[in-house]
């Protein structure tokens, strides 16, 4: 890194608030924009680059649906964009980093998806926790450095990464989840990551939660057996339904999964190495019945 490049981080957020305390027009926003003023006020050469995003566990908590708090986060980007370009003088954009917080997901599934400002960067079973819905010291830095590569993705004009889901589709009773993979091969990790059930995954049609016989991967598939074929509409959920063994994240309603990449990034922290690979995010697709 250039001696010369200052990097200028600020904490522009509040504790234990709703997404509805922290938007436009709520008493706590002018703080947020106050930290790009203090910024500016260094007298630099001073851009904001974008906005790391972790918060969502007091809306998951209180039932905050999904399309009302997705509605609330793209509004909240694009209204922090617009305002601080304007204190700032840049014409750069600022899109929003996001690690898809997890706490409560057992409780209510409405976590952030990704648009074209709003980018998925990690999801937080990923991170060890020191209790209840906090990182530990480590499980924050190592967050951090997933914002960093991130932001290095950015800089480079490139999408951060993601191993983000495309499809899931059904021939009798077999889903086939397909993902965009940036790092192949994938993988089902316990031993990194916290042991699921079915490795986070669930299958629900009409009648409920359907048996899993096996789970498998095949290139850039997850390929997953019934006991049954499905009743109706079906659709499959990942990291919303299960907890991760020996973690007690948020009382035990974090949700919690075991699919990876094989990305080749490290970060030392405190002498011991933490690879980068990218986890599946949280969520529910609706599976397509083949041959209808």
């Not at 305002?83 to 057992?106: F, K, N």
């Not at 059904?170 to 089902?188: E, K």
């Not at 063994?245 to 405190?270: F, H, K, Q």
Request: charged share 15%; with cysteine; net charge negative.
């Amino acid at each position: 890194m250039p001696s010369d490049l200052v990097i200028l981080a600020s904490t522009g957020g509040r504790g234990s608030y709703r997404i509805n305390q922290l938007q436009k027009g709520a008493s706590w926003y002018p703080n947020l924009i106050a930290q790009v003023q203090a910024g500016v006020d260094t007298g630099s050469d001073y851009l904001c680059h974008y906005i790391g995003w972790i918060q969502g566990e007091a809306d998951a908590n209180q039932e905050t649906a999904y399309g009302t708090y997705r509605a609330m986060l793209e509004n909240l980007q694009s209204d922090i964009e617009t305002d601080a370009q304007a204190v700032s003088g840049q014409s750069e954009p600022i899109p929003m980093l996001i690690s898809q917080v997890t706490a409560y997901s057992r409780k209510n599934d409405g976590a952030a998806r990704d648009s074209d400002r709003i980018f998925a960067v990690t999801s937080s079973y990923r991170f060890p926790y020191g209790g209840n819905i906090h990182f530990t010291n480590v499980g924050a830095k190592l967050n951090g450095a997933y914002f960093g590569r991130a932001h290095d993705a950015l800089l480079q004009g490139y999408q951060p990464e993601c191993l983000m889901p495309i499809s899931a589709v059904l021939s009798g009773t077999v889903v086939r989840v397909r993902f965009d993979v940036p790092h192949p091969p994938m993988r089902l990790d316990t031993e990194q990551l916290a042991a699921a059930t079915d490795y986070g995954f669930q299958v629900r049609d009409d009648l409920g939660v359907l048996t899993i016989l096996s789970i498998v991967i095949q290139g850039g598939d997850v390929v997953i057996a019934l006991a049954s074929e499905p009743q109706g509409a079906s659709s499959v959920r990942y990291a919303l339904d299960y907890a991760g063994a020996g973690r007690s994240v948020s009382g035990g309603m974090e949700g919690a999964g075991n699919l990876r990449d094989s990305a080749p990034d490290v970060v030392s922290i405190d002498g011991a190495d933490y690879q980068l690979f990218n986890v599946a995010p949280a969520f529910e697709l609706p599976v397509v019945r083949l041959g209808l």
